[in-house]
């Protein structure tokens, strides 16, 4: 079934340093991958999505890499400070008429100072 | 520009209630999606309006339902409430659908706690 994977569930790193959050889907019709960040008490915020037909995007310190024929794809944070501490989701999208989000169940990032 | 917001910020009922969270979509957005985050999991799909419509559900029992109105704001009910209906509920919205892409901008959330 629709199925997604995300390692690890708990990451944490010194400031400065870079992360890497990791997600596998099983769906190979999935054309849209979003990150998203929820702070304590919010709800997710959107912060970097990369589409089926693109490889890699970068936005500042976050980059997203896609891989679609190992159905891999990757959030990169680079020079990590305190403020990017909070939990991760990733997601992929699925066209078949649902147009549902199947979420990965998230890592928590915590950057230390 | 307003983001989603939705309301009760919190909420607390007792088994066997019900209640209903309320959802107000980004101005221009058509569809709303609600979904479940209970504590220390991922989200849920429950359900997708668009255009006043259910379109999907996901593997919820019918006690979980809701509704779209015309100005595209949207409703959950929950009926009947049990203990592990305890959670974040979460609401999105996003614009029409363009190739199969939809931007989902999510809300605060309701956190429903069932005693």
């Known amino acids: 079934g629709e199925n997604v994977e995300q390692h690890p569930s708990t990451l944490s790193v010194q400031e400065g340093d870079s992360a890497v959050i990791k997600c596998t889907y099983s769906?190979?019709?999935?054309?849209?991958f979003p990150w998203y960040k929820q702070e304590l008490g919010k709800g997710p915020q959107l912060i970097i999505d990369i589409r089926s037909n693109v490889g890699e995007k970068k936005d500042q310190r976050i980059a997203v890499t896609l891989n679609k024929t190992a159905k891999h794809f990757s959030l990169h944070i680079t020079e990590t400070q305190p403020e990017d501490s909070a939990v991760y989701f990733c997601a992929a999208s699925i066209p078949s008429g649902t147009y549902k989000y199947i979420f990965g169940t998230g890592t928590r990032l915590k950057v230390l100072a | 520009e307003a983001g989603v917001t939705q309301s009760p910020t919190h909420l607390i009922k007792t088994r066997g209630q019900q209640v209903t969270l309320r959802c107000s979509p980004i101005?221009?957005?058509?569809?709303v999606y609600w979904y479940q985050q209970a504590l220390g999991l991922g989200l849920q799909f429950l359900l997708w309006y668009d255009e006043g419509e259910e379109r999907n559900r996901g593997n919820f029992p019918p006690r979980f339902s809701g509704r779209q109105f015309p100005n595209y704001s949207s409703e959950l009910n929950v009926n009947a409430l049990e203990l592990e209906d305890s959670a974040l509920y979460l609401c999105?919205?996003?614009?029409?659908?363009?190739?199969?892409?939809?931007?989902?901008?999510f809300g605060p959330g309701t956190r429903l706690t069932v005693l």
């Open positions: 101005s221009g957005h058509t569809s």
């Open positions: 999105a919205s996003s614009l029409a659908l363009f190739g199969g892409i939809n931007e989902q901008f």
């Open positions: 769906d190979s019709a999935s054309n849209y």
